[in-house]
């Protein structure tokens, strides 16, 4: 079965600064996707970025970026000119491919808390 | 264009009661899935449908039913209220062509 780890429940990081949120997992799978979800005090669940494992090229938003290392079951997540606006709980959650709509499980890591310090 | 809608926000149960958590979408999605997120334990997934008249189990699925009549409705049931399903709810729906999955409000359960 996959697993997903975020070894860092909390995190802090002064305005305008760059932080990454660390994210392991681990699968037998050679296709799947990878996402950051953000999830302010208002409990709303907002997608941040994504990731097709069949990519070598890593996905970035704006000022989200994503270091993907397949090999290594790795997908951190940088959040560059941190804004106040980033302070958030963030998960990071694995997806197995969809063949023919057999499965629709998103599997999340327990989250990592960041505090944007002004 | 409301996306996911959850309904009640809040609610409180008495062990032993039964309610049923509504979840509507607009977006004409075929998948729809229930996660309930915990302290410390993220979001787990409780139950899932693929479609209309198909539904299948995550990892959690003790203690819910679920059943998919429409595209639009899946709503979650718990027979039988236990104070381990105090948790937040949430219902969130996607396309099979997009893996994106969009999430309702959330519904916030306390059982007493």
Known sequence: AQTVTQSQPEM???????????????TSESDYYLFWYKQPPSRQMILVIRQE?????????????????KAAKSFSLKISDSQLGDAAMYFCAYRSPDYGGATNKLIFGTGTLLAVQP | NAGVTQTPKFQVLKT??????????????????????????????????????ITDQGEVPNGYNVSRSTT???????????????????????????????????????VT
Not at chain 1, 12 to 26: G, K, M, R
Not at chain 1, 53 to 69: I, L
Not at chain 2, 93 to 104: L, V
Request: with cysteine.
């Open chain 1, 53 to 69: 494992a069949y990519k070598q090229q890593n996905a970035t938003e704006n000022r989200f970026s994503v270091n993907f290392q």
């Open chain 2, 16 to 53: 032993g009661q039964s309610m049923t958590l509504q979840c509507a979408q607009d977006m004409n999605h075929e998948y729809m899935s229930w996660y309930r997120q915990d302290p410390g334990m993220g979001l787990r997934l409780i139950h899932y449908s693929v479609g209309a008249g």
């Open chain 2, 72 to 110: 639009e409705d899946f709503p979650l049931r718990l027979l039988s209220a236990a104070p381990s399903q105090t948790s937040v709810y949430f219902c969130a729906s996607n396309s099979p062509w997009r893996d994106e999955q969009y999430f309702g409000p959330g519904t916030r359960l306390t």
């Open chain 1, 12 to 26: 802090s990081v002064q305005e305008a600064e760059t932080v990454t949120l660390s994210c392991t997992y681990d």
